[in-house]
Nanobody
Framework: QVQLVESGGGLVQAGESLRLSCAAS????????VGWYRQAPGKQRELVAT??????NYADFVKGRFTISRDNVKNTVYLQMNSLKAEDTAVYYC???????????????WGQGTQVTVSS
């Protein structure tokens, strides 16, 4: 079993900051990709930021404001969100692609989501 547990969401005013955390647990051989997606009401889920193979990718709408990082010891990924805007309001989901064995396939897992609400 692999579980992604998120925390850090909340209600903030525009211009303020939040840091989301996602802790991975279970027998994981390696985390090949980890990141964050978000879904606003009435909209499709969209990529926010990912990190894999030493490469960090950000959606255009968060570049310069959000920072993704990971702590390999704690198996935790973070999303530091600065200069939040009302349009950032969404449920944020942790996402990870993991290998369970040395030669295993890549499996995708999702967190339960955490609500981020930004008031203008």
């Amino acid at each position: 079993q692999v579980q992604l547990v998120e925390s850090g969401g909340g209600l903030v005013q525009a211009g303020e900051s939040l840091r989301l955390s996602c802790a991975a647990s279970g027998r994981i051989f390696s985390i090949n990709l980890v990141g964050w997606y978000r879904q606003a009401p009435g909209k499709q889920r969209e990529l926010v930021a990912t990190v894999s193979k030493g490469t960090t990718n950000y959606a255009d709408f968060v570049k310069g404001r959000f920072t993704i990082s990971r702590d390999n010891v704690k198996n935790t990924v973070y999303l530091q969100m600065n200069s939040l805007k009302a349009e950032d309001t969404a449920v944020y989901y942790c996402y990870a692609e993991v290998s369970l064995t040395n030669n295993g396939y890549n499996y995708a897992y999702w967190g339960q989501g955490t609500q981020v609400t930004v008031s203008s």
